[in-house]
């Protein structure tokens, strides 16, 4: 009978659910409400919590102190999207309490997911009911009523996803957009999937071939692989590298023996490896004592091949190399395509990061792009509704003063940094670009990954689309007149410029060809096209 759940099997339960979620990415990305190749949440969730299971491989101890900060640091890390910021702050939430705990038992965990509901719901300016954050809330909720009484841990899973799961059927309910397509919040799913992999670890089970009621076609193939950059030139806590072998173990050495040594390193500093047996033991140390290190090695045996780096030199000539002088304010923008991030860089942008529908950027990658910028104030460009609360997280992990312009596209993003002025003050220049962007009139013609009813239209699947700001306005078979009927659509006395960007599956004399038409029926405007080069969206449209 499994009363509580310790740090080894706790570790065991973040990369078991991080492994299951991974592997039915494709089904919560199938779940994404609006049809176009862009359904992401399973993939930013998944990458989420890969991040945070790295950490957890990484950490050296199993003390749910140690776990705890793993798990949390990993997944604001490598949050991405808005899933992915909100996952990685109920999982931060989880971990402030679990932090405390030596062992984990079913009211600790119901405190660790209150805590995990009420950081998540902060997070987002504009909660919206039906979607993950309603799912978590229920699962808090009912864990609260089932640990009134003593219950094992593996029964408070089960109950706790009993209850996520008849939430998550009612989220078409509480959110009419999920209704009109059909299908479950694609967040509240990712996080039962997850869930479900902790709940496995403790059935003893290791099945990945889940099954789901949520009656949704397949999803779009994903290759995009984390990535990681920990190169923190920050004030080091412990200034030398001791690596070493342990030889010729004395006969009473025991593994127990090995053990203690193990903890005695981590006593005296971190990043602490070692693997072995009584043969022999491979040995590595951060700390500010390696005489230390090798005094409790040599009660265990010979020691061989030492080597000491001292980490302070080696931090101090980095900082040396890193330190310049910075200007007053810089620019990072976020986009998809080579023509389109060449066309930010002419105009004088300091830092591209390349990603996008599809790919959204880390509230790590964002800070680091950032402090790759030699300003003290830098102002981001999300152009992607999806990317700008990891932008915003970006805030705490970044060196730098960020300031997030909330532009949803790529025509705000132009317009905001064609309004920068790098003679003005920060203020007055935040100001200018978010009044930029009111105005535009920004479109996108793409395709249909699946059939559904959406803004009072049919769509089957390989219609072609175009969307303005909110919605779906045309749909057809031809490219060419769907981009047309997008501008229809879009058109009123007050535009003047009308600028097309052509995507990969574009040439530039179909680009032409309907710039040239376009140009024939609204002659009062200027009509211009560029190679935009982004993915699955034949053209990006800009009314001004």
């Known amino acids: 009978m499994q009363k509580s759940i310790n740090g080894a099997t706790f570790r065991k339960m973040i990369l078991n659910g991080a492994k299951l979620l991974d592997i039915n990415k494709q089904h919560v990305d199938a779940l994404n409400v609006f049809p176009v190749p862009d359904g992401d949440t399973g993939t930013n969730m998944s990458l989420t919590m890969l991040s945070a299971a790295k950490e957890i491989t990484n950490c050296p101890s199993n003390k749910m102190d140690a776990l705890s900060s793993a798990l949390s640091n990993g997944a604001l890390r490598g949050a991405r999207g808005n899933s992915g910021v909100i996952l990685s702050q109920i999982l931060k939430g989880m971990a402030t309490v679990l932090s405390t705990c030596e062992e984990i038992t079913a009211k600790s965990l119901s405190k660790a997911l209150a805590k995990g509901t009420e950081i998540a719901y902060k997070a987002v300016t504009k909660p919206k009911e039906g979607t993950i954050l309603t799912v978590v809330r229920a699962m808090s909720e009912h864990a609260a009523k089932i640990t009134k009484k003593s219950i094992e841990v593996v029964d408070f899973f089960r109950g706790i996803l009993s209850a996520g799961e008849e939430t998550l059927k009612l989220t078409p309910e509480l959110l009419p957009v999920l209704k009109k397509a059909g299908v479950v919040d694609a967040g509240g799913r990712g996080l039962l999937i997850i869930f479900q992999g902790f709940c496995h670890v403790l059935e003893g089970k290791e099945d990945t071939n889940i099954a789901f009621d949520d009656t949704v076609q397949g999803s779009t193939q994903y290759d995009e ?76 045996g010979e020691i061989d091949r030492v080597k000491i780096e001292n980490m302070l030199e080696q931090n101090r000539a980095l900082i040396g190399q890193k330190k310049e002088e910075l200007k007053p304010m810089g620019l990072v923008s976020v986009c998809a395509g080579e023509g389109l991030a060449n066309i930010f860089k002419d105009l004088l942008v300091d830092n591209v990061i390349e990603g996008g529908q599809t790919m959204n950027p880390s509230a790590e990658d964002i800070a680091n792009a950032c402090d790759q910028v030699a300003a003290k104030d830098v102002f981001v460009f999300p152009n992607n509704k999806n990317i700008i609360l ?57 395709y249909a990954v699946r059939s559904t009813q959406v803004d009072n239209m049919d769509l089957k699947e390989g219609d072609i689309i175009g969307m303005d700001n909110k919605r779906i306005v045309a749909k057809g078979q031809s490219v060419q007149a769907v981009t047309k009927d997008l501008v229809d659509k879009m058109m009123d006395s007050d535009v003047s410029n009308i600028t097309l960007y052509f995507g990969n599956d574009v040439t530039e004399d179909e680009a032409n060809s309907i710039a040239k038409e376009l140009t024939d029926k609204y002659k009062r405007c200027d009509v211009d096209i560029h190679f935009g080069g982004q993915p699955l969206y034949y053209y990006i449209v800009s009314l001004e």
């Open 390 to 446: 990891a932008a915003e997280q970006a805030k705490a992990l970044s060196k730098r003063t960020l300031h997030i312009i909330p532009t949803k596209n790529i025509p705000q993003g132009l317009s905001a940094v064609l309004a920068f002025n790098p003679e003005d003050t920060v203020a007055n220049n935040e100001s200018m670009m978010n009044e930029s962007i009111v105005s535009i009139k920004a479109g996108m013609v793409t």
């Open 225 to 300: 692989k984390a990535h990681f950059d920990y190169n923190d030139l920050a004030e080091i806590e412990f200034g030398y590298c001791t690596e070493l072998f342990i030889i010729n173990l004395y006969k009473k050495t025991t593994e127990a023996d090995i053990d203690r040594f193990r903890e005695r390193l981590m006593e005296i500093g971190d990043c602490v490896l070692v693997i072995g047996d009584l043969n022999m033991v491979k040995v590595h140390v951060h700390s500010n004592a390696p005489g230390a290190v090798l005094s409790y090695a040599l009660e265990l």
